[in-house]
T-cell receptor, first 115, second 116 residues
């Protein structure tokens, strides 16, 4: 298996532009997570999907952020309009939730720079 | 106050030496504690996962310990290698109730540099 795939790996955009990050989870996994990592705040959960349904979006910073999971093999995180403070590394992770403990596998991340 | 505190923030050791990283947490009740390794420019990779009933878990040269009474964990690296240079992140998951999920609470990490 290729692991979690994210695209693009790097994105540079100007303030006010729309940004779309993409994620392909590991085949067979039923849970998908979007995280953001910054020097100041470390890793933070943005949103969690289970069986393609958003379960916990309490970490989404504001309405400018939205996430979708139209099917089991694809998810997007959209920022519209983007702001310089959105600059961070965004990770997608997936897992197979069975019972109490699941191992989350992280993708390589998308480094976003908003100018 | 952070729910997961790690120390030291950074550490430099010589190749071949051992080291121990510390993690204190306040998450309660808690379900499991994980250690992740994150190489520069890459996503975190799981090293160990321990439930509240486990005291130790090993993965090659990495050994994690857990004291649920004092809410402390440590990660011991034996015979360090240059490839061990990375950030090591302690992650705690609160107890998952029915219908819940393993929400991860991350520490800030310890940045380890192994020098030849």
């Amino acid at each position: 298996d290729a692991g979690v795939i994210q695209s693009p790996r790097h994105e540079v955009t100007e303030m006010g532009q729309e940004v779309t990050l993409r994620c392909k989870p590991i085949s067979g996994h039923n849970s998908l997570f979007w995280y953001r990592q910054t020097m100041m705040r470390g890793l933070e959960l943005l949103i969690y999907f289970n069986n393609n349904v958003p379960i916990d979006d309490s970490g989404m910073p504001e309405d400018r952020f939205s996430a979708k999971m139209p099917n089991a093999s694809f998810s997007t995180l959209k920022i519209q309009p983007s702001e310089p403070r959105d600059s961070a590394v965004y990770f997608c992770a997936s897992s197979l939730l069975q019972g109490q403990v699941d191992e989350q596998f992280f993708g390589p991340g998308t480094r976003l720079t908003v100018l | 106050k952070n729910q997961v505190e790690q120390s030291p923030q950074s550490l430099i050791i010589l190749e071949g030496k051992n080291c121990t990283l510390q993690c204190n947490y306040t998450v309660s009740p808690f379900s499991n504690l994980r250690w992740y390794k994150q190489d520069t420019g890459r996503g975190p990779v799981s090293l160990t996962i321990m439930t509240f009933s486990e005291n130790t878990k090993s993965n090659g040269r990495y050994t994690a310990t857990l004291d649920a009474d004092t809410k402390q964990s440590s990660l011991h690296i034996t015979a360090s290698q240059l490839s061990d240079s990375a950030s090591y992140i302690c992650v705690v998951s609160p107890l998952m109730f029915s219908g819940g999920y393993n929400k991860l609470i991350f520490g800030a990490g310890t940045r380890l540099a192994v020098h030849p």
